[in-house]
C-alpha cells in the first residue's frame, strides 16, 4: 500500500516549495515577524490563512480544542498556549489578538454531553469554557450561543496576563474575537458596544473586545 502522506511531503519539497522558496529563505535570513498571534480551535474546517488572506511569516499559529486560554497565574497546569501568548506579545510584539471560535464545536458541545471517562486532560481543559455554558438542555441555538460566550470569556482571561493587558492599556495591542460560521464562510467579529457578534460582511471593524482604549468613547 503506498504511503500518502510520504507522497505529499515529496510533492510539497519537489512541485510546492520551488514556488516559494525565495519567501521562506527571506523568512529565514529576516527573521519572523508575524503581525497577529491567532488563537484558533484545532478543528480541521477552520483554516487560518483561508480565513484572513494570509501567507507564511504572517501569523503565529495557537491551535487547542475550543480556541481557550489558560489563567496566567498557572492555576490550570502548564501549558504552550500561555507560553505562546508570552512569546509573541514580548517577543514578537504582535499588534493583534485573534481568539477565533466556530460553529458546531465539538469541545464546545462536549461541555454539554460529557466525554470518554478516559480522556482527562480533555475534561480538565474543557473547564475553561465552563462559565461560557448556558443552564439550558443543548440546541443549535444554545450551542452558537455558548460558542460566541466562550470567545468572549477567552478574550477577558487575556487581560489577566500583565503583558497582554500593559499592551492594550498603551494602544500598542488589540484583542479582537471572531466566530466563524464553517457552512456560511463567514466570520462574525465582537463589537464591545453592542455586546453582539456581528457578520464581518456588516461590520465596521474586525472587532473591538472586550475592551476599548479610554479615547475610544464607551470602553475602559
Known amino acids: 500500500m503506498p504511503d500518502e502522506l510520504l507522497q505529499r511531503l515529496r510533492r510539497f519539497h519537489d512541485h510546492t516549495f520551488p514556488g516559494v522558496q525565495d519567501t521562506f529563505e527571506n523568512l529565514v535570513k529576516e527573521g519572523q515577524h508575524p503581525t497577529i498571534l491567532f488563537i484558533g480551535c484545532s478543528d480541521s474546517r477552520l483554516v487560518p490563512y483561508l480565513l484572513t488572506g494570509t501567507g507564511p511569516g504572517d501569523l503565529f499559529l495557537v491551535r487547542n480544542v475550543g480556541a481557550f486560554v489558560p489563567p496566567h497565574d498557572g492555576s490550570a497546569g502548564y501549558h504552550g498556549t500561555a507560553a505562546a501568548i508570552e512569546f509573541a506579545v514580548l517577543n514578537l510584539k504582535v499588534a493583534r489578538i485573534v481568539v477565533c471560535g466556530h460553529s458546531h464545536c465539538g469541545g464546545i458541545r462536549a461541555l454539554y454531553e460529557g466525554v470518554p471517562a478516559q480522556a482527562t486532560n480533555l475534561a480538565a481543559w474543557l473547564e475553561l469554557g465552563r462559565e461560557a455554558v448556558l443552564p439550558v438542555q443543548l440546541s443549535p441555538e444554545a450551542l452558537r450561543r455558548t460558542e460566541q460566550r466562550a470567545v468572549v470569556l477567552q478574550l477577558d482571561r487575556l487581560m489577566g496576563y500583565p503583558m ?48 476599548l482604549r479610554h479615547d475610544d468613547g464607551d470602553g475602559g
Request: aromatic share 10%; net charge negative.
Open 164 to 211: 497582554v493587558r500593559e499592551q492594550v492599556e498603551a494602544g500598542k495591542l488589540t484583542l479582537h474575537g471572531w466566530h466563524y460560521v464553517i457552512e456560511d464562510g463567514e466570520v462574525h467579529v465582537f463589537d464591545v458596544r453592542s455586546g453582539a457578534f456581528v457578520a464581518a460582511s456588516l461590520a465596521e471593524h474586525s472587532g473591538t473586545g472586550p475592551y
